[in-house]
T-cell receptor
Framework: AQKVTQAQTEISVVEKEDVTLDCVYE???????LFWYKQPPSGELVFLIRRNSFDEQNEISGRYSWNFQKSTSSFNFTITASQVVDSAVYFC???????????????FGTGTLLAVQP | NAGVTQTPKFQVLKTGQSMTLQCAQD?????MSWYRQDPGMGLRLIHY???????DQGEVPNGYNVSRSTTEDFPLRLLSAAPSQTSVYFC????????????FGSGTRLTVV
């Protein structure tokens, strides 16, 4: 069975601090996709990144970076020099491979509430 | 180019009432799904569909019905609303293929009193 664990329920940091959000996943599939979504106070879900299981390269996008390690089944998300606008709930999610016959289900973790204080 | 449209955005129901949450997408996506979001629980999959005429249960299907008569629409029905169904509901769709992500609607906030 697939499962995503975000052990950090809430994190509070002061602006300009770096913060890492942890994500650990479980799957028996050899091919799968991992995602991060941001949910700001307005409530919509904002797509941040998708990573497939064959690509373990770390990715950086501005102040955001992601560390994917298959050996530890982790896909952690780091925000460098956090800003108040980063305050949101962040969700990690897992989907099985998108080949014919797959159910395409997207399984979410319980989310981490990040509060960035000015 | 509306993406995924959910209606209504807000709804208050009395216990026992029925209603349908609407979800429509204009991207010709084959895969559609419904999630509910509750505090501390993340988003949990209710039902999903891999194409017109095909639906299946997710993690928390009890109390909800779905049908998929067209590619565009995937309504979620509450036959007899209960306070435990108070939640925020999200609809999502995805095109079949290796390179596409999921598109989410803006959500429906449902309160059952």
């Amino acid at each position: 069975a697939q499962k995503v664990t975000q052990a950090q329920t809430e994190i509070s940091v002061v602006e300009k601090e770096d913060v890492t959000l942890d994500c650990v996943y479980e799957t028996r599939d050899t091919t799968y996709y991992l995602f991060w979504y941001k949910q700001p106070p307005s409530g919509e879900l904002v797509f941040l990144i998708r990573r497939n299981s064959f690509d373990e390269q770390n990715e950086i996008s501005g102040r955001y970076s992601w560390n994917f390690q298959k050996s530890t089944s982790s896909f952690n998300f780091t925000i460098t020099a956090s800003q108040v606008v980063d305050s949101a709930v962040y969700f990690c999610a897992l989907s099985e491979a998108w080949y014919g016959g797959a159910t395409n289900k997207l399984i979410f973790g319980t989310g981490t509430l990040l509060a960035v204080q000015p | 180019n509306a993406g995924v449209t959910q209606t209504p955005k807000f709804q208050v129901l009395k216990t026992g009432q029925s209603m349908t949450l609407q979800c429509a997408q204009d991207m010709n996506h084959e895969y559609m799904s419904w999630y509910r979001q509750d505090p501390g629980m993340g988003l949990r999959l209710i039902h999903y569909s891999v194409g017109a005429g095909i639906t299946d249960q997710g993690e928390v299907p009890n109390g909800y019905n779905v049908s998929r008569s067209t590619t565009e629409d995937f309504p979620l029905r509450l036959l007899s609303a209960a306070p435990s169904q108070t939640s925020v509901y999200f609809c999502a769709s995805r095109e079949t293929g290796m390179s596409y992500g999921y598109t989410f609607g803006s959500g429906t906030r449902l309160t059952v009193v």
